[in-house]
């Protein structure tokens, strides 16, 4: 059979605000750019950020991006690299303000300036009173955003191969991206397309987790065709759990409801968190809120007959802000939970919400991993941005509100970096002759597997592993029996079978592709989990509750061939200011 191929300057896998933003930037610089995405690129999951996007624009608090680095360091645990984290602080002012200017319809004051919101983990002064830091489109951020870069980028002439999947990398003998496979998933008909940069925007894999706050489509795709390819995944024992999703059924219910005033109580009306945090309260950072509510439930001051969730109350509010504030909110819980906050409080639970960790990078977007057993360099040709992408910046904690502004300050920095590139490297390397071949060999597995298990089986057994052995809380029991679990589910992944062998729209066949990825991910997750014996940002374990600097305060990297580990240095220097050395932390 022969595979159609095509050429192209750049490809970009995913079409969320990072691969958009980054698309938008190589399009307007005459580069040919090809961008594939599993749905409609407004349909990607950036579209459901409620919250908003930080920078320190000081509009309603004063504000500076050196304070908005101190809580990002100490949101991160000390984890994050503080030269990547002073380079996205320090560009988000710039970014949003080009954001304005493209024609995003951010809310505004009475003085015309863009709107801003208080979240957790956000403080004035180096730890001082609480900073508000966050612009937003009501609660309808990500949507705002989304559809601004989609429109730019049509008039710059990107082109959208939408409800494609990309299927593997490809790379030659010395370890150099030349592109990748991809299928479309109308047909089913494979293709080749070359390119001189190869950028995933991919964003998370939340749907390994039975309860999570993520699309369906989020099944960290860019994480496994990386980790097949022989690149480490980093930091993988990093998820975030947010507070607040709807009790049976992980919609997420945004930190801006606190942020606005909302706040949590348990069973007796207490609100918790005061205890807790005795400072930041409900805007604690969401590792401290999930683990608080965690025990609340644990010790039986849960709500409802099972005593199982917490009430989030806005009703105190009053309406006029509900509606005008939270309307995506309000809606969200009426349709999921059956109450109107205006009156009634929403139950939640801690949700598996945002992969900290993933695709090692630089702060330029390049990935950064050993070719086989050699050093650490960049692997030419290839780049990773956004949720896929670890650079690190959220390190083992995310503060709300800082994603939006990772993917589009370094969509646009990896960008750049790609224009440099392209400078110098101005031709296409030659495709080896084995191009498609671990495509092809996937295919057709899943086209002569007889007597294997259902795909939507094996897929639901490894969300159950990874949410009973690997959730808010761990122990060290669970994570050893969860490492000998999520192995056999991994063996059963590759035993599974698609009854109806038809190419057209066959939706077992996507999934069943999407599952080798969940693999990867959820392994790297369960692995590096089970290694880090501290507690660290969201990562909390019951045998070792505190951080242990002087043993842990090191990157993880999982390949998935031995399933080996092996670690890396944090960067602790910050590229102009002093570096924030670790401490207690405390809100
Ligand atoms: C409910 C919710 C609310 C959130 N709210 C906020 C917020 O208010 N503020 C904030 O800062 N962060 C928020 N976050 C986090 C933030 O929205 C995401 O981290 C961010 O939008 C990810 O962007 P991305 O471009 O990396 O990926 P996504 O927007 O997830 O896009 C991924 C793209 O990759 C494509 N893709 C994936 N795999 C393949 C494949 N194999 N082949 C082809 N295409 C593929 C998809 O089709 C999609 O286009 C929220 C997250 C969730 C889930």
Redo the contacts with the bound molecule.
């Keep these: 059979m022969t595979i159609v191929k095509r050429k192209f300057d750049v490809v970009i ?7 958009m933003r980054a698309a938008l930037q190589l399009s307007e610089a005459g580069l040919k750019v090809a961008v ?4 409609f ?1 407004t349909r ?11 920078a320190s624009l000081g509009n309603v608090t004063e504000d500076n991006w050196h304070w908005h680095m101190y809580d990002t360091v100490k949101g991160s645990d000390y984890l994050g690299d503080q030269d990547a984290i002073e380079f996205m602080c320090r560009q988000a002012n710039e970014v949003v303000y080009e954001l304005e200017h493209f024609g995003m319809p951010f809310d505004r004051l009475e003085n015309g300036k863009i709107y801003q919101r208080p979240f957790g983990g956000q403080s004035q002064n180096f730890g001082g009173a609480q900073a508000t830091r966050s612009c937003a489109a009501a609660d309808r ?2 949507h705002a955003l989304l559809h601004t870069l989609y429109q730019r980028n049509v008039s710059a002439n990107t082109q959208f191969f939408v409800e ?4 593997d990398l490809i790379r030659d003998a010395q370890g150099d991206v030349l592109g990748m496979t ?1 299928m479309e998933m109308e047909t089913g008909d494979v293709m080749i397309l070359q390119a001189k940069a190869t950028l995933f ?4 894999g ?1 749907r390994i987790f039975q309860a999570n ?3 369906l ?3 960290g ?2 994480l496994g ?1 990386a980790a097949r390819a022989g690149i480490p995944l980093e930091d993988m024992e990093f998820w975030q759990f947010h507070p607040t999703g709807i009790h049976g059924v992980g919609v ?1 219910i ?1 930190e ?1 409801v606190r942020g606005e005033g909302g706040y949590l109580v348990n069973k007796d009306g207490e609100r918790f968190m005061e205890r807790y945090a005795p400072n930041a309260k409900d805007l604690a950072s969401r590792d401290v809120v999930a683990r608080a509510m965690t025990i609340e439930i644990k010790e039986g001051r849960g709500c409802g007959d099972e005593n199982d969730h917490l009430l989030l109350k806005l009703d105190h509010l009053g309406s006029e802000i509900i509606k005008s504030r939270l309307p995506g909110i309000r809606e969200l819980a009426m349709k999921f939970s059956h109450v109107d906050p205006i009156h009634d409080p929403i139950p939640v639970v801690p949700t598996a ?2 992969m900290m960790g993933g695709i090692p990078t630089n702060y330029y977007g390049q990935v950064v991993a050993p070719y086989k057993t050699g050093p650490e360099e960049v692997v030419t040709g290839f780049y990773a ?4 992408a670890c650079v690190s910046v959220h390190g083992a904690n995310r503060l ?8 589009v300050v370094f969509g646009r920095a990896a960008a750049n970096q790609i224009i440099e590139d392209l400078k110098i490297n101005l031709h296409h390397k030659p495709l080896p002759e084995d191009a498609a071949d671990q495509s092809m060999a996937r295919l057709a597995r899943l086209e002569n597997q007889v007597d294997g298990e259902s795909v939507a089986q094996v897929t639901d057994a490894l969300c159950k592993t990874m949410q009973t052995y690997c959730g808010v809380f761990r122990f060290e029991d669970t994570l050893l029996q969860g490492v000998e679990k999520i192995k056999e589910v991994a063996e059963r992944v590759g035993r599974t079978e698609i009854k109806d062998k038809s190419k057209v729209f066959n939706t077992a066949r996507i999934e069943a592709l999407e599952l080798d ?1 969940m693999k990867e991910v959820a392994m790297a997750t369960m692995i590096s989990a089970e290694a880090r014996r501290e507690s660290r940002g969201a990562h909390a374990r019951d045998d070792f509750p505190e951080r242990e600097d002087d043993n842990w305060l090191k990157h993880t990297l999982y390949f998935s061939d031995e399933h080996r580990l092996d670690y890396k240095p944090v960067r602790l220097k910050p590229l102009t200011v002093d570096s924030f050395p670790p401490k207690k932390r405390t809100y």
């Design positions: 896998v995913g079409a969320g605000g990072a691969g594939l995405s599993k749905v690129p990607s999951h950036t579209v459901s950020a409620q919250g908003g996007i930080a951020t990500g494609w999947i990309g299927l991809a925007a991919t964003g998370g939340g706050t993520n699309a489509i989020n099944t795709d860019g065709m997420l945004s801006a919400h945002y941005v956004g949720e896929c709300g509100t800082n994603s939006l502004l990772d993917i990825n």
